[in-house]
Protein backbone atom coordinates (compact mmCIF):
# COMPACT_ATOMS: atom_id res chain seq x y z
CA UNK A 1 0.00 0.00 0.00
CA UNK A 2 2.65 2.32 0.55
CA UNK A 3 5.02 2.94 -2.34
CA UNK A 4 8.65 5.39 -2.47
CA UNK A 5 9.47 7.50 -5.18
CA UNK A 6 12.74 9.66 -4.61
CA UNK A 7 11.83 9.59 -0.82
CA UNK A 8 8.46 10.54 -1.25
CA UNK A 9 6.06 8.06 0.68
CA UNK A 10 3.22 7.61 -0.95
CA UNK A 11 0.37 6.10 0.97
CA UNK A 12 -2.31 4.84 -1.61
CA UNK A 13 -5.70 4.97 0.03
CA UNK A 14 -4.63 6.00 3.02
CA UNK A 15 -8.28 7.36 4.66
CA UNK A 16 -11.25 5.57 4.07
CA UNK A 17 -14.42 7.52 2.00
CA UNK A 18 -16.02 7.44 5.75
CA UNK A 19 -12.69 8.65 7.07
CA UNK A 20 -12.32 11.53 4.14
CA UNK A 21 -15.79 12.92 4.71
CA UNK A 22 -14.90 13.50 8.21
CA UNK A 23 -11.97 15.69 6.50
CA UNK A 24 -14.04 17.58 4.20
CA UNK A 25 -15.98 18.69 7.22
CA UNK A 26 -13.52 19.60 9.31
CA UNK A 27 -12.16 21.75 6.31
CA UNK A 28 -15.54 23.01 5.85
CA UNK A 29 -15.79 24.39 9.32
CA UNK A 30 -12.28 25.63 9.18
CA UNK A 31 -12.81 27.79 5.76
CA UNK A 32 -16.39 29.43 7.59
CA UNK A 33 -13.92 30.83 10.02
CA UNK A 34 -10.92 31.91 8.01
CA UNK A 35 -12.46 32.26 3.96
CA UNK A 36 -10.17 30.49 1.36
CA UNK A 37 -8.15 33.69 -0.51
CA UNK A 38 -6.33 33.54 -3.55
CA UNK A 39 -2.23 34.73 -2.75
CA UNK A 40 -0.41 37.48 -4.07
CA UNK A 41 3.15 36.47 -5.02
CA UNK A 42 5.65 39.18 -4.06
CA UNK A 43 5.53 39.81 -7.98
CA UNK A 44 2.32 40.43 -7.56
CA UNK A 45 0.47 38.11 -9.49
CA UNK A 46 -2.52 36.10 -7.64
CA UNK A 47 -1.79 32.64 -7.35
CA UNK A 48 -4.21 29.89 -9.40
CA UNK A 49 -4.91 27.58 -5.93
CA UNK A 50 -7.00 29.67 -3.33
CA UNK A 51 -5.28 28.91 0.17
CA UNK A 52 -6.55 28.79 4.20
CA UNK A 53 -4.65 27.68 7.16
CA UNK A 54 -5.10 26.32 10.48
CA UNK A 55 -3.29 26.41 13.89
CA UNK A 56 -0.27 28.90 15.54
CA UNK A 57 0.39 30.09 11.92
CA UNK A 58 -0.52 30.09 8.23
CA UNK A 59 1.72 30.11 5.03
CA UNK A 60 1.49 33.11 3.40
CA UNK A 61 2.50 35.79 0.35
CA UNK A 62 1.99 39.00 -0.79
CA UNK A 63 4.04 41.50 -2.41
CA UNK A 64 6.59 41.12 0.54
CA UNK A 65 7.05 37.50 -0.20
CA UNK A 66 6.64 34.17 1.46
CA UNK A 67 6.61 33.82 5.33
CA UNK A 68 4.30 32.19 8.01
CA UNK A 69 1.97 35.04 9.60
CA UNK A 70 0.14 34.46 12.96
CA UNK A 71 -3.52 35.83 11.31
CA UNK A 72 -5.47 35.37 7.91
CA UNK A 73 -5.38 38.89 6.00
CA UNK A 74 -8.57 39.45 7.73
CA UNK A 75 -7.19 40.14 10.72
CA UNK A 76 -8.07 36.91 12.99
CA UNK A 77 -6.12 34.72 14.15
CA UNK A 78 -6.41 31.07 12.29
CA UNK A 79 -8.80 28.42 14.00
CA UNK A 80 -7.06 25.66 15.53
CA UNK A 81 -6.25 22.67 13.65
CA UNK A 82 -8.68 19.94 13.77
CA UNK A 83 -8.77 17.15 15.14
CA UNK A 84 -8.91 14.39 12.45
CA UNK A 85 -5.35 16.38 11.41
CA UNK A 86 -4.04 16.03 14.71
CA UNK A 87 -4.83 12.27 14.82
CA UNK A 88 -3.15 11.42 11.22
CA UNK A 89 0.09 13.63 11.93
CA UNK A 90 0.42 11.41 15.50
CA UNK A 91 -0.07 8.21 13.43
CA UNK A 92 2.49 8.79 11.10
CA UNK A 93 5.22 10.98 13.29
CA UNK A 94 4.71 9.51 16.18
CA UNK A 95 6.27 10.84 19.29
CA UNK A 96 7.68 13.78 17.68
CA UNK A 97 6.61 17.43 17.63
CA UNK A 98 3.47 18.89 16.77
CA UNK A 99 1.92 21.02 13.79
CA UNK A 100 2.10 24.54 14.06
CA UNK A 101 0.51 24.93 10.57
CA UNK A 102 -2.11 23.14 8.92
CA UNK A 103 -2.50 24.69 4.94
CA UNK A 104 -5.48 24.00 2.95
CA UNK A 105 -4.78 24.80 -0.45
CA UNK A 106 -8.02 24.54 -2.96
CA UNK A 107 -7.47 23.71 -6.67
CA UNK A 108 -10.13 24.63 -9.22
CA UNK A 109 -10.08 23.40 -12.81
CA UNK A 110 -7.16 24.79 -13.97
CA UNK A 111 -5.52 25.68 -11.02
CA UNK A 112 -1.66 24.77 -11.02
CA UNK A 113 1.11 25.37 -8.58
CA UNK A 114 4.57 25.33 -10.19
CA UNK A 115 7.71 23.31 -9.08
CA UNK A 116 9.17 24.92 -5.89
CA UNK A 117 10.68 24.04 -2.81
CA UNK A 118 9.00 24.19 0.93
CA UNK A 119 11.91 26.25 2.83
CA UNK A 120 10.34 28.58 5.03
CA UNK A 121 10.30 26.52 7.77
CA UNK A 122 12.85 26.71 10.61
CA UNK A 123 13.56 22.88 10.91
CA UNK A 124 13.91 20.73 7.81
CA UNK A 125 14.64 17.59 10.11
CA UNK A 126 10.30 17.37 10.38
CA UNK A 127 8.61 16.05 7.72
CA UNK A 128 5.60 17.53 6.10
CA UNK A 129 2.76 15.57 5.81
CA UNK A 130 -0.09 16.19 2.74
CA UNK A 131 -3.61 14.64 2.49
CA UNK A 132 -5.45 14.72 -0.83
CA UNK A 133 -9.14 15.11 -1.51
CA UNK A 134 -11.58 15.17 -4.70
CA UNK A 135 -10.34 15.26 -7.68
CA UNK A 136 -7.04 13.33 -8.66
CA UNK A 137 -3.66 15.65 -9.31
CA UNK A 138 -0.86 15.19 -11.25
CA UNK A 139 2.12 15.36 -9.19
CA UNK A 140 5.39 16.37 -9.93
CA UNK A 141 8.51 15.07 -8.28
CA UNK A 142 12.08 17.01 -9.18
CA UNK A 143 15.36 17.09 -7.49
CA UNK A 144 16.60 19.35 -4.28
CA UNK A 145 19.26 21.26 -7.11
CA UNK A 146 17.38 23.41 -9.61
CA UNK A 147 16.75 21.44 -12.95
CA UNK A 148 16.63 17.84 -13.73
CA UNK A 149 14.69 14.86 -14.87
CA UNK A 150 11.23 14.63 -13.32
CA UNK A 151 8.85 12.25 -12.51
CA UNK A 152 4.71 12.58 -12.25
CA UNK A 153 2.28 10.69 -10.30
CA UNK A 154 -1.05 11.01 -9.66
CA UNK A 155 -2.76 11.32 -6.73
CA UNK A 156 -5.94 10.17 -5.51
CA UNK A 157 -9.01 11.57 -3.21
CA UNK A 158 -7.92 10.00 0.18
CA UNK A 159 -3.43 9.30 -0.62
CA UNK A 160 -1.54 10.87 2.20
CA UNK A 161 1.66 11.43 1.26
CA UNK A 162 4.81 12.12 3.79
CA UNK A 163 7.56 13.86 2.90
CA UNK A 164 10.69 13.61 4.74
CA UNK A 165 14.53 12.94 4.48
CA UNK A 166 15.64 13.26 1.29
CA UNK A 167 12.31 14.45 0.01
CA UNK A 168 11.91 17.28 1.98
CA UNK A 169 14.19 20.02 0.47
CA UNK A 170 13.24 18.44 -3.10
CA UNK A 171 11.43 20.36 -5.87
CA UNK A 172 7.41 19.50 -5.95
CA UNK A 173 4.56 21.00 -8.31
CA UNK A 174 0.86 20.45 -9.35
CA UNK A 175 0.55 20.33 -12.92
CA UNK A 176 -3.00 19.67 -13.68
CA UNK A 177 -6.54 18.64 -11.82
CA UNK A 178 -8.45 15.64 -13.87
CA UNK A 179 -12.12 16.97 -13.77
CA UNK A 180 -14.09 14.53 -11.33
CA UNK A 181 -17.22 13.45 -10.81
CA UNK A 182 -16.88 11.78 -7.65
CA UNK A 183 -19.68 13.13 -4.78
CA UNK A 184 -17.17 13.67 -2.14
CA UNK A 185 -17.32 17.45 -3.11
CA UNK A 186 -20.32 18.10 -5.08
CA UNK A 187 -18.91 21.64 -6.22
CA UNK A 188 -15.65 19.36 -7.79
CA UNK A 189 -12.12 20.92 -7.66
CA UNK A 190 -9.70 19.16 -4.83
CA UNK A 191 -8.16 20.25 -1.36
CA UNK A 192 -4.56 19.51 -0.15
CA UNK A 193 -3.72 19.67 3.17
CA UNK A 194 -0.47 20.21 4.63
CA UNK A 195 0.69 19.88 7.87
CA UNK A 196 4.06 21.35 9.19
CA UNK A 197 6.11 22.17 11.58
CA UNK A 198 7.23 25.51 11.01
CA UNK A 199 9.62 26.89 14.50
C1 LIG B 1 7.55 18.23 -0.63
N1 LIG B 1 1.22 21.50 -2.22
O1 LIG B 1 1.46 23.30 -0.24
S1 LIG B 1 1.35 18.39 -1.82
C2 LIG B 1 2.49 23.03 -0.88
O2 LIG B 1 -0.99 19.39 -3.80
C3 LIG B 1 2.41 22.06 -1.99
O3 LIG B 1 -1.23 21.37 -3.01
C4 LIG B 1 0.96 20.63 -3.32
O4 LIG B 1 3.36 21.83 -2.64
C5 LIG B 1 -0.52 20.43 -3.38
O5 LIG B 1 3.61 23.48 -0.62
C6 LIG B 1 1.70 19.34 -3.26
C7 LIG B 1 2.87 17.56 -1.61
C8 LIG B 1 3.93 18.34 -0.90
C9 LIG B 1 3.63 19.27 0.05
C10 LIG B 1 4.64 19.86 0.79
C11 LIG B 1 5.96 19.51 0.57
C12 LIG B 1 5.22 18.02 -1.15
C13 LIG B 1 6.24 18.59 -0.42
C14 LIG B 1 7.00 20.05 1.33
C15 LIG B 1 8.29 19.65 1.10
C16 LIG B 1 8.57 18.74 0.11
FE1 LIG C 1 5.15 22.62 -1.60
Known amino acids: KMRTIRGFEI ?7 TEQERWISALREVISKAPLYAPVTRWGKPMSVRMTSAGAFGWYTDRRGYRYEPRHPDGQPWPPIPQVALELWEALVPGGRH ?3 CLINHYR ?16 SWPVVSVSLGAPALFRIGNVERGGPTESVWLNSGDVVVMGGEARLRHH ?6 PDASDLLPEGGRFNVTMRVVT
Open 173 to 178: GIDRIK
Open 11 to 17: HDGRLSR
Open 99 to 101: PEC
Open 109 to 124: EGARMGLHQDRDEADF
